[in-house]
């Protein structure tokens, strides 16, 4: 049966730098411009807009307004256009973006919806897996472990992971990861210690991790992280 509850999370990242080294984002974003127009290139691809739905995977150069931008992750979520890049927000997605920016959990929930032609939710046994990687990044839970718990040869099981969250088992655990490390360094934690606890061999370990994640190294972007991230369905974003 699928989960009716998504286990995914919804993460915010206020960015108050002037740019971002080229990055691919981990998993479908919307980048939302403060006051101002974004320019996202790839190549002789220029998507421009205050409010674009980000293709992951895509290595991509950001133009920022003058006062930053705010990026909204939506774990799990497909990219739902056929365009190579990035896309404006229609009225309707805009104006639930503004609102889970404000606070309003259920507003990314509502989000979703409408950037998802029908949403069933991931098998019960990857939900299961999601939440606990969620729960202890550190441990990074071995090929093994998941293959027992989706009941399938681990070949199949890693196929079947990347089919139902849209990212490959290695790629969401270190997704994982990093935000547990920003959420550490937000608590007040020092950037070593944040890695060790995330499971990252070092500090050079997760700043190279954290500026092809976000395009900024920690000590650029820990001042803007939120400390919490919500839950679809759960938490609003803070």
Not at 75 to 88: E, H, M, N, S, T
Request: glycine share 10%.
């Amino acid at each position: 049966m699928p989960d009716p509850v998504s286990p995914f999370r919804n993460s915010l990242l206020p960015v108050d730098v002037g740019s971002l080294a080229p990055h691919a984002n981990p998993v479908t974003g919307i980048l939302i411009g403060r006051g101002g127009s974004l320019r996202l290139e790839l190549g002789g691809e220029v998507v421009e807009g205050e409010m674009l739905l980000i293709r992951p995977g895509v290595v991509h150069r950001i133009g920022l307004p003058a006062r930053g931008a705010d990026i909204l992750y939506l774990d799990g979520l497909a990219f739902p256009f056929d365009v190579p890049l990035a896309r404006g927000l229609d009225c309707r997605q805009a104006m639930l973006a503004d609102a889970v920016l404000g606070g309003a959990g259920e507003a990314a929930d509502e989000l979703r919806s409408q950037l998802t032609a029908s949403w069933p939710g991931p098998p019960t046994p990857v939900a299961d897996a999601v939440r606990a990687i969620y729960a202890d990044p550190m441990r990074r839970m071995p090929q093994e472990e998941l293959a027992q718990r989706l009941g399938m040869e681990r070949t199949q099981a890693l196929r079947y992971f990347r089919a139902t969250t849209g990212q490959s088992f290695r790629e969401f655990k270190r997704w994982s990861a990093v935000q547990y490390a920003a959420a550490q360094m937000k608590g007040g934690a020092l950037v070593r210690t944040a890695a060790m606890d995330a499971g990252f061999a070092d500090t050079a370990h997760l700043s190279r991790i954290f500026r092809q994640t976000f395009g900024l190294t920690p000590s650029a972007a820990i001042g803007a992280l939120p400390l919490q991230e919500g839950h679809s369905g759960q938490r609003p974003v803070s």
